[in-house]
């Protein structure tokens, strides 16, 4: 009986049989006829040495050694799925697509880091606040409260924000009462910031542009038109290097989070490291 291995091709039939526990649908599964299959088993049978299926009509058992020989087979073919694709990652790089503010002010300012590591790939970065098809991206970070149907989320951060602006209007605040009477960037969560801050249903007055971003929401805060209310996680480096102030310390938090979505059943591994680094990244203390 020869000692070389048996073709890999035969041995990843046998793999497919065992798991379908039938030829035909084993063929179908590797794109060949049940003839060609029965025959790849019965060459292998005789290569080895050893029965590997008992037949009942169209139905297959795995023998005992069978059963072992297919066992060892599947995790050596998931080895190779594994390293074929890390390869293909490391050659094509990652289409990661986020929202523009998030991609600008907290991932990409990162990415150097990302980088520095021995297993980082290329990332190709796509900023979109839509969410594209399911096959146009490896990772999707998109802002909200869950829910995307097809993709498998996981909340990276809660939504935060807090009142910011200029050196100079915040000069004349002593109070967060006083902010009521400044001209407020619109956002929905200005009602929810005053009452969280104690501050009853001031009138507020809004700022007559009402901006697409936060990011422009930023420039014009920089600029003296007014408040806008920002997350200190996204907007922490215009306070640390003087263009904004956050005059008071209350951060209304969630129930909206950024997540990173996947597609359902995802095992590549760039793929997973890189969403286990965004993961870490985001519980770092000086995530903002």
Same mark, same amino acid.
């Given at each position: 009986?020869?000692?070389?291995?048996?073709?890999?091709?035969?041995?990843?039939?046998?793999?497919?049989?065992?798991?379908?526990?039938?030829?035909?649908?084993?063929?179908?599964?590797?794109?060949?006829?049940?003839?060609?299959?029965?025959?790849?088993?019965?060459?292998?049978?005789?290569?080895?040495?050893?029965?590997?299926? =008992?037949?009942?009509?169209?139905?297959?058992?795995?023998?005992?050694?069978?059963?072992?020989?297919?066992?060892?087979?599947?995790?050596?073919? *998931?080895?190779?799925?594994?390293?074929?694709?890390?390869? =293909?990652?490391?050659?094509?790089?990652?289409?990661?697509?986020?929202?523009?503010?998030?991609?600008?002010?907290?991932?990409?300012?990162?990415?150097?880091?990302?980088?520095?590591?021995?297993?980082?790939?290329?990332?190709?970065?796509?900023?979109?606040?839509?969410?594209?098809?399911?096959?146009?991206?490896?990772?999707?970070? =998109?802002?909200?409260?869950?829910?995307?149907?097809?993709?498998?989320?996981?909340?990276?951060?809660?939504?935060?924000?807090?009142?910011?602006?200029?050196?100079?209007?915040?000069?004349?605040?002593?109070?967060?009462?006083?902010?009521?009477?400044?001209?407020?960037?619109?956002?929905?969560?200005?009602?929810?910031?005053?009452?969280?801050?104690?501050?009853?249903?001031?009138?507020?007055?809004?700022?007559?542009?009402?901006?697409?971003?936060?990011?422009?929401?930023?420039?014009?805060?920089?600029?003296?038109? *007014?408040?806008?209310?920002?997350?200190?996680?996204?907007? *922490?480096?215009?306070?640390?290097?003087?263009?904004?102030?956050?005059?008071?310390?209350?951060?209304?938090?969630?129930?909206?989070?950024?997540?990173?979505?996947?597609?359902? *059943?995802?095992?590549?591994?760039?793929?997973?490291?890189? =969403?286990?680094?965004?993961?870490?990244?985001?519980?770092?203390?000086?995530?903002?």
């Amino acid at each position: 009986m020869s000692k070389r291995l048996p073709a890999l091709e035969s041995l990843r039939v046998l793999e497919a049989c065992a798991r379908h526990a039938n030829f035909t649908r084993a063929a179908a599964e590797l794109g060949v006829t049940p003839a060609a299959v029965s025959l790849r088993i019965r060459d292998l049978e005789a290569e080895l040495g050893v029965a590997l299926f =008992r037949r009942s009509g169209p139905s297959v058992t795995p023998t005992e050694a069978g059963a072992a020989l297919a066992g060892r087979m599947a995790k050596a073919l *998931g080895l190779i799925r594994s390293a074929v694709e890390e390869c =293909r990652d490391a050659a094509d790089g990652l289409r990661v697509t986020a929202v523009p503010t998030f991609a600008m002010r907290w991932l990409t300012p990162r990415l150097a880091a990302y980088h520095a590591l021995p297993d980082a790939v290329p990332i190709r970065l796509d900023v979109s606040a839509e969410l594209r098809p399911a096959g146009g991206f490896d990772i999707a970070i =998109r802002t909200g409260d869950g829910g995307w149907p097809g993709f498998d989320a996981t909340a990276l951060m809660p939504v935060d924000a807090t009142p910011m602006l200029s050196p100079a209007l915040a000069a004349r605040l002593s109070s967060p009462a006083d902010l009521a009477a400044l001209p407020l960037l619109p956002h929905d969560g200005w009602r929810r910031w005053f009452r969280e801050a104690g501050v009853e249903a001031p009138a507020l007055r809004f700022y007559a542009d009402d901006y697409p971003t936060h990011e422009l929401d930023a420039a014009a805060a920089i600029e003296g038109a *007014g408040v806008a209310l920002l997350s200190p996680r996204l907007f *922490g480096a215009l306070m640390r290097d003087g263009k904004l102030v956050q005059p008071f310390p209350h951060v209304i938090s969630g129930p909206a989070a950024h997540h990173i979505l996947l597609r359902p *059943g995802e095992a590549r591994p760039a793929v997973l490291r890189f =969403r286990a680094w965004l993961e870490e990244e985001a519980r770092r203390p000086d995530a903002g």
